[in-house]
């Protein structure tokens, strides 16, 4: 997922942002309210549950300031030009930006099930890129979608970082999700992100993509 964007704030390696891994994670169930500690949370349940990949992409912010003046900054991807509409996006091979700002609009207007939306999304680039799995839009875009839904159900289920009302937030996230032609629209999105929760398995995605 890409935006084009104005750089405020530094980006960040995973290794600045070395609140990871060094103190015991909250969880989501109880309600957490702070971007970083969210991100925390779900960085590492979703490690768990993609088994401990070796490739590991680092977490970085940016902010996106609303005068409309654009620069073009370099990240792993280069120059982030293309990076047009959306409030954060992967690098192959490396690393997830989010929109520090938005993110916490997010956390503000629904909940904390939103960012964890976006880090799962995100997340699944990577799992994506893991297994050479580079589809044609919007499919590309719908299956990290479904891979984000099956660490959903994971995250309720099974590790218990995450409450059912997260879910509910990450589809509250989806429904006012824009339109276009690499995403798709907000009903197909919600369509494959259902259609992980409600399997096991990451290869129930890639099998299951013409029910989106």
Not at 9 to 37: I, M, Y
Not at 115 to 131: K, M, T
Not at 142 to 163: I, N, P, T
Request: proline share 3%; hydrophobic share 40%; net charge negative.
């Amino acid at each position: 997922m890409k935006k084009l964007i104005t750089l405020a704030l530094a980006v960040l390696s995973l290794a600045a942002v070395a609140a990871f891994g060094a103190s015991e994670a909250k969880a989501l169930n109880p309600t957490q309210t702070d971007v970083v500690t969210i991100v925390n949370t779900v960085y590492w349940d979703l490690d768990q549950f993609w088994g401990a990949p070796t490739h590991k992409p680092g977490v970085g912010y940016y902010d996106y300031v609303a005068d409309g003046r654009l620069v073009n900054y370099q990240t792993e991807c280069g120059s982030t030009a293309n990076n047009i509409g959306y409030q954060g996006f992967y690098c192959a091979g490396g690393h997830i930006y989010l929109d520090y700002n938005q993110q916490r609009g997010h956390v503000a207007n629904i909940g904390d099930g939103a960012v964890a939306l976006w880090l799962a999304h995100e997340y699944g680039h990577s799992a994506e890129w893991l297994r050479s799995l580079n589809w044609p839009a919007p499919y590309h875009e719908l299956l990290a979608d479904c891979f984000a839904g099956l660490y959903f159900r994971w995250g309720v289920y099974s590790s218990g970082k995450l409450a059912y009302n997260d879910y509910l937030e990450a589809r509250t996230m989806l429904s006012r999700m824009g339109t276009d032609a690499a995403h798709g629209g907000p009903a197909q999105r919600l369509r494959a992100f259902d259609y992980g929760f409600n399997r096991v398995g990451w290869t129930s995605c890639t099998a299951g993509w013409q029910y989106w």
